[in-house]
């Protein structure tokens, strides 16, 4: 799992990956390290090796704080590690989507951002102060295939994204309601900040 300052470094191509849960890191993991940077010695932490980073393309991925939100719910759910927290008896009662979202919403209120599915993006590319790490080259999760073809034009476009298309109805909950949306906005304000700089630079001609 990818915590705070962890980076993986492509020597042969000088490039230094840092991972956002739900951006797409499983995706760059098995194309670029053979799903395991710890075992190719690619794995390395930023923060406590600050020189780390120096003479390398630093690459984050970040997407739609919105769309990350309700992955990251469906990800709560099912992983086994994290599933005894989110499923409390006021989650499991929740009749609707709307109601789940909710209540997730006061428990990270209440306890703070206790999963990495569910922590700001920018805590991810932060240095030990809380600054964002100087030049990082920020992609977007929509252009991922792109991004990565124009390093290895060999990259077929597989994706190792699971349980994708779950959040939906997740997602839908969300947009529907003024209330939750706010609170999304308020709870993960820089992230929304960042994402729209982000998405206006990809797009400005």
């Not at 962890?6 to 890191?25: C, E, R």
């Not at 709560?76 to 009662?93: D, G, V």
Request: charged letters at 25%.
């Amino acid at each position: 799992m990818a915590g705070r300052g962890t980076v993986y470094i492509k020597k042969d191509l000088g490039l230094a990956f840092i991972p956002i849960p739900k951006n797409g890191s499983s995706t760059i993991r098995s194309f670029f390290f053979n799903w395991d940077p710890i075992k190719s010695g690619s794995h390395f932490n930023f923060i406590e090796s600050t020189e780390i980073l120096q003479g390398l393309r630093v690459i984050a991925v970040i997407s739609d704080p919105t769309i990350r939100f309700a992955r990251g719910i469906v990800e709560l759910i099912s992983r086994q590690e994290s599933s005894s927290l989110i499923q409390t008896q006021k989650f499991i009662s929740c009749n609707t989507h709307e109601e789940k979202i909710k209540c997730l919403l006061d428990q990270i209120e209440d306890i703070g951002f206790y999963d990495p599915h569910i922590k700001p993006q920018l805590d991810f590319i932060s240095d030990s102060s809380g600054k964002i790490i100087d030049n990082v080259d920020f992609w977007l999760l929509k252009d991922l295939t792109k991004k990565i073809k124009e390093i290895d034009p060999k990259y077929s476009g597989k994706k190792e994204w699971s349980r994708g298309e779950a959040k939906n109805s997740y997602l839908d909950s969300i947009n529907r309601s003024p209330e939750i949306m706010d609170q999304i906005r308020k709870l993960y304000s820089k992230d929304f900040k960042l994402f729209e700089t982000v998405n206006i630079n990809n797009t400005t001609p």
